[in-house]
């Protein structure tokens, strides 16, 4: 027997309906007048399926209760409704026949719609149970981020790697924990996703609850429909320190590099011969040693004050002799 939670307004209605369900082989667990009663009861009383009557508006109030009640219990919800318009049922978001039945009906109609919930049902909580151990046990940050800005749901890798508490980090809207100097390009992000597009490999920095930051790789894709922001986010701070680092040592290694080329371009010369040693520590002349290092050759001259200092004083001494 599955528990069955009855929603309906009219006491007499109500009584009727519950013997109805025991008669096809469920457990009636509560019968309430209200929405709010049936979602007052404790967590200890958890439903398997809820069935409700008598809603007078189909469009809104069908799916105001749907939101209630998914947001507290993951179980299949059955509508009884008196008007078979397509329009209002689709409209209602109970197009698939296992969420309604048309009033009046019968035993073996509400048998077969319960038992068919119920089997979508027990489907939907497993898939569920699984994406929630997924979500649980990741290693990398998941979220899903609402079009307004705030965290509806982060998993614990959150927790492990900010500090944060995942209460403190749905409090506040998302773009106050990443880093004050990378805000503008990341809303500048997140708008284009909201407007239909993709963040592949987006990176931002991320502040910790102790005051440090991290760096965070990001994939991420809209579900425009849903208004929600679907993101997984991978710390990537140490292989970005690492970059830095090597960035560091090429610096380095360019600087030294550099100084190696200005310190090779300075030739040593003997002050009073002036010849210039070489790597292996020989001493060459002037000739020699650019003869050796580059293309040049040298032709013999002499130049106008050589030949007034050196050559004329020689001259006029032989001619006077």
């Not at 009884?80 to 209002?88: G, H, R, S, T």
Request: glycine share 4%.
């Amino acid at each position: 027997m599955r528990r069955i939670f009855i929603v309906c307004p009219d006491p007499v209605v109500a009584r009727e309906l519950a013997e109805r369900v025991t008669r096809v082989g469920h457990d009636v667990a509560l019968l309430a007048r209200t929405d709010d009663e049936a979602l007052a009861v404790t967590d200890e009383l958890t439903p398997e399926l809820v069935l409700r009557a008598d809603a007078p508006n189909p469009a809104e109030s069908y799916m105001a209760f749907v939101d209630d009640v998914r947001g507290r219990w993951t179980v299949p919800i059955v509508f009884l409704i008196a008007d078979p318009d397509e329009y209002a049922v689709r409209r209602a978001g109970l197009a698939e026949p296992h969420r309604y039945l048309v009033q009046p009906f019968t035993d073996r109609e509400l048998r077969a719609t319960l038992d068919l919930a119920l089997c979508k049902g027990d489907s939907a909580r497993a898939v569920h149970e699984l994406e929630a151990r997924f979500f649980t046990t990741s290693v990398d940050l998941l979220c899903f981020l609402d079009f307004n800005g705030y965290f509806k749901r982060v998993n614990p890798a959150w927790e492990r790697t900010l500090g944060f508490t995942r209460q403190e980090l749905m409090a506040r809207p998302f773009i106050e924990f990443v880093h004050p100097d990378d805000r503008e390009r990341t809303l500048k992000q997140n708008a284009a996703v909201r407007g239909g597009g993709q963040a592949l490999a987006f990176e931002n920095r991320y502040v910790c609850k102790d005051g440090s930051h991290r760096w965070l790789r990001w994939n991420a894709s809209p579900d425009s429909s849903e208004r929600v922001i679907y993101s997984v986010a991978r710390d990537v701070t140490a292989s970005k320190q690492a970059e830095e680092e090597r960035e560091r040592l090429v610096r380095e290694l360019q600087a030294a590099l550099a100084e190696v080329r200005t310190l090779r371009e300075i030739l040593p010369i003997c002050s009073y011969c002036r010849k210039i040693r070489d790597d292996e520590n020989y001493w060459h002349t002037v000739e020699s040693y650019i003869s050796r290092h580059t293309t040049t050759r040298f032709s013999h001259g002499i130049c106008p004050t050589c030949m007034e200092t050196e050559v004329k004083p020689m001259l006029d001494a032989f001619e006077g002799t």
